[in-house]
């Protein structure tokens, strides 16, 4: 699996961590003071990258957690018919299939930007 480990104090809103073994994008992070016997804690909200659910955790700032690498990649439009597109990966020249967003109407010879995960992708 593309991913790494990172404590919990390094993580920043707007990067990806996994929560619930679901790549997320953070949206909120926030940190308490550490207790009489214990220490600092932070709080962690994220949206799901691919499934849009909202999730979060609460860790010590000290503890390990799993950050995915997730492949921001170029693409060409080649056809689009009943809500599929076929993409060209402008890097390797790979076509695959993927599901026409409603935010976007795309046509041949678009270029688009979109996000993969093992096997997951997703329009930009």
């Known amino acids: 699996?593309?991913?790494?480990?990172?404590?919990v104090r390094d993580l920043?809103?707007?990067?990806?961590v996994m929560i619930e073994?679901?790549?997320?994008?953070?949206?909120?992070y926030s940190t308490s003071?550490?207790?009489k016997h214990g220490s600092a804690k932070a709080r962690v909200e994220g949206t799901g990258v691919f499934d849009g659910q909202k999730r979060n955790f609460t860790q010590p700032v000290d503890a390990k957690v799993w950050?995915?690498?997730?492949?921001?990649?170029?693409g060409q439009v080649v056809s689009v018919s009943?809500?599929?597109?076929?993409?060209?990966?402008?890097?390797?020249y790979?076509?695959?299939?993927?599901r026409v967003p409603d935010s976007i109407d795309p046509s041949?010879?678009?270029?688009?930007?979109?996000l993969e995960y093992e096997g997951q992708r997703k329009v930009v």
């Open 108 to 114: 041949p010879d678009d270029e688009i930007e979109y």
């Open 12 to 16: 920043q809103e707007g990067n990806y």
């Open 33 to 35: 003071k550490p207790g």
């Open 21 to 28: 073994d679901v790549p997320s994008e953070i949206t909120s």
């Open 67 to 74: 950050v995915p690498i997730v492949n921001r990649k170029q």
């Open 1 to 7: 699996m593309p991913r790494e480990q990172n404590e």
């Open 94 to 98: 790979e076509t695959i299939t993927m």
């Open 82 to 92: 009943n809500g599929d597109m076929q993409v060209m990966d402008l890097e390797t």
